[in-house]
C-alpha cells in the first residue's frame, strides 16, 4: 500500500509540472501587455482544476482579475473582480511564501492596489465611510508589499493610504487601528497640512487612556511639528473635560485621572466642578440623575481632597457651601409648606403634621448647617485678603447674607448662651452683608 501511494504522488507531481507548461503562454502574453491573448488562454486552460495545482496558477487568477477590476468596461463586475483578484493573490501568497514568480506578474498587487485605492475614494466622495475603510485596509496592506518588494511604489511607507485608513479608522469607531496606522504616520513624522490631526488623535486617544508616557510623546511630537498649533498646549485634563462626548464620559475620564494621581489638586476640583453643575445648575427641564447620591458622594469626596491638597484655594469650599445651600433651599420649601399646613388647620392639625414640620424643619436646618460651615470657612477667607476683586466681593455678601439668615433662623429656637451666640452671629454677618452694598 505504501508503495502505491508513492507512485500515485508521483503521478500527480509529474502530471503537474507537465500542466505547469502552460502557464507560459500565459505569461508571454501579460509580458507583453497582450491582454486579449492571455484572457482567452486563462480562460481555456483555468477550466481545468489541474490548473490551480501550482501557485502560478493563482498569480495568473488575480492578475486577469485585478486588470478587470480596473477597466472601465466592466465596472458593473469591479467589485465582484477586486474581491476574487484579491483572494486569488492571497492564496498564492499561502501557497508560495517566497512569492518568485512575483516579478513576471508584478502587475496583479500594483492593479488590486489601484483599484482599491480609486474605489474607496469614490466612497469616501458619496460618504459611504465603512466600505471605504474596508477597502483602504486592503490597500495598506498591497501597498506595504509593493514597497517591500520594490514594485512601483516608494518607501518607507503610502503616506497618503496610511493617512486614509487611519482617519477612516477613527471615523468608524476603530480606533485600534486608527492609532496602528497614525503611529506608522507620526513616528516617521510625517508632516503637513493635512497630518496634524494624525498627532491629534494619538494625544486624545492617550490622554482618555491614562497613558502618560504616549499622551507626553505624541503631545511633544505635534509641538515640535505644528509649534504654532495651540491644541498641543493642552495637557490631559484639559482633554478628560473638553473632549468628552458626555457627562459620563467626562466623569469617567477625570476619574481616571484621580486614581492615577489622587493628589492633583486641579483634576479633583474639576471633577468636584462637573458633578456639581449637573447636580446644582441642570438645564430647564432635565431629569434629576438616577444615581444622584453616588454622584453626591463622589462630588464631596472630590471637593474635600482637593480642599485637603490646597486649603488655600476658595473654590472646593465655595462649591460645597453653594451645593449644600441648593439642598437646604428645597428642604425650606417642604417645611414652609409643612408649616402652612398646620397653620391652617390650627386647632385641628394633628400630632402627625406637626411632626412632619417637625422633621421637614430639622431636615432643614441640618443641610443649611453644612452649607454654613463651609460659608464661615470662605468667609473668614476672604477676610484675609487684603484687596478683595469684584467677583470676591460678591461672593462675600452673598456669602455674609446666607450666614446672617442661618443664624437667625436657628437662634429663634435657641436659649441661653446659645442664643445669645447666635445673635451676635447673626448682627456679624448682617454688619457685614449691608457694608458691602
Known amino acids: 500500500m505504501k508503495k502505491k501511494i508513492t507512485l500515485f504522488a508521483s503521478i500527480l507531481l509529474a502530471g503537474s509540472a507537465v500542466y505547469a507548461q502552460k502557464y507560459d503562454p500565459i505569461k508571454g502574453a501579460l509580458l507583453t501587455n497582450n491582454i486579449t491573448e492571455a484572457r482567452k488562454l486563462y480562460d481555456k486552460e483555468s477550466a481545468n482544476e489541474k490548473f490551480f495545482s501550482k501557485p502560478e496558477g493563482y498569480i495568473i487568477k488575480s492578475y486577469i482579475l485585478a486588470f478587470d477590476a480596473l477597466d472601465s468596461a466592466k465596472a458593473a463586475d469591479a467589485e465582484k473582480n477586486r474581491e476574487a483578484g484579491l483572494e486569488a493573490f492571497n492564496k498564492y501568497k499561502e501557497l508560495d511564501p517566497t512569492m518568485k514568480d512575483l516579478d513576471a506578474y508584478k502587475n496583479a498587487p500594483y492593479q488590486l492596489y489601484a483599484s482599491y485605492f480609486n474605489s474607496g475614494v469614490a466612497d469616501i466622495n458619496t460618504k459611504n465611510y465603512e466600505a471605504a475603510y474596508k477597502k483602504f485596509k ?26 486614509y485608513a487611519g482617519v477612516l479608522a477613527e471615523t468608524n469607531k476603530h480606533m485600534e487601528d486608527a492609532v496602528k496606522y497614525n503611529t506608522r504616520l507620526a513616528d516617521l513624522k510625517i508632516t503637513g497640512p493635512n497630518y496634524e490631526q494624525v498627532y491629534q488623535s494619538l494625544v486624545r486617544y492617550y490622554a482618555g487612556k491614562n497613558d502618560d508616557a504616549n499622551f507626553e510623546k505624541y503631545r511633544k511630537l505635534g509641538k515640535e511639528l505644528y509649534p504654532q498649533s495651540e491644541f498641543f498646549n493642552y ?3 484639559d482633554f478628560a473635560i473638553g473632549g468628552s ?16 494621581t489622587p493628589e492633583d489638586y486641579k483634576a479633583n476640583l474639576a471633577l468636584g466642578e462637573a458633578i456639581f453643575e449637573k447636580l446644582n445648575r441642570a438645564k430647564e427641564g432635565e431629569a434629576k440623575p438616577a444615581n444622584a447620591a453616588e454622584l453626591e458622594t463622589k462630588m464631596l469626596n472630590a471637593l474635600k481632597k482637593a480642599n485637603a491638597i490646597n486649603g488655600s484655594e476658595l473654590q472646593p469650599i465655595l462649591l460645597m457651601g453653594d451645593h449644600f445651600m441648593t439642598k437646604a433651599s428645597a428642604r425650606e ?15 385641628k392639625a394633628t400630632a402627625a403634621d406637626k411632626q412632619k414640620f417637625a422633621e421637614a424643619k430639622k431636615a432643614y436646618v441640618a443641610e443649611y448647617a453644612q452649607a454654613a ?17 469684584n467677583v470676591q466681593k460678591r461672593q462675600y455678601r452673598v456669602i455674609a447674607g446666607n450666614l446672617a439668615q442661618y443664624y437667625f433662623f436657628i437662634g429663634q429656637d435657641a436659649t441661653g448662651a446659645n442664643k445669645t451666640k447666635y445673635s451676635a452671629l447673626e448682627k456679624k454677618y448682617d454688619t457685614l452683608y449691608k457694608s458691602m452694598k
Open 373 to 389: 460651615e463651609n460659608f464661615e470657612k470662605a468667609a473668614d477667607m476672604l477676610g484675609k485678603v487684603a484687596q478683595l476683586d
Open 235 to 237: 495637557n490631559k485634563l
Open 138 to 163: 486592503n490597500v495598506v496592506d498591497l501597498s506595504d508589499l509593493l514597497i517591500a518588494k520594490k514594485i512601483n511604489l516608494p518607501g518607507p511607507i503610502d503616506t497618503n493610504a496610511v493617512y
Open 245 to 260: 462626548n458626555s457627562f459620563e464620559e467626562k466623569v469617567a475620564n477625570l476619574e481616571k485621572i484621580v486614581t492615577a
Open 333 to 347: 420649601e417642604d417645611m414652609r409648606n409643612a408649616e402652612k399646613e398646620v397653620d391652617n388647620k390650627g386647632a
